[in-house]
């Protein structure tokens, strides 16, 4: 995949996370900030939890995830972003690593 490509795909994907998190916080089940910093790196602060840093990676063509719980990468296939160790699609580990950190239950549409 040539990075242009890559880097639209994140993009994307970056954008479906933010609208999630702004509808997330119109239902006010949680309270958290999150902004969208230059280079394609999205901070999420949890207040006490601290903060969870999601950021494309051109290079490696992948997006990756800071949390406290640890660090996961995600690739894209056939549509959706999956994580290199595990499997595992972004948004369920998204979603966790978001309920663990601000202390309520959440769920990620993205």
Request: glycine share 10%; with cysteine.
């Amino acid at each position: 995949m040539e990075e242009k490509e890559f880097i639209a795909l994140a993009d994307e994907a970056l954008e479906r996370l933010m609208a999630a998190l702004e509808r997330l916080q119109n239902e006010e089940t949680a309270d958290f900030d999150f902004e969208m910093k230059p280079g394609g790196i999205l901070e999420i602060d949890c207040g006490v939890g601290g903060k969870i840093i999601v950021n494309r990676h051109a290079a490696a063509r992948e997006i990756w995830v800071a949390a406290r719980s640890g660090g996961y990468h995600f690739r894209p296939e056939r549509g959706r972003w999956i994580g290199t160790r595990d499997g595992a699609d972004w948004a369920d580990v998204l979603s966790r690593c978001l309920s663990e950190q601000t202390g309520a239950s959440l769920r990620l549409d993205c």
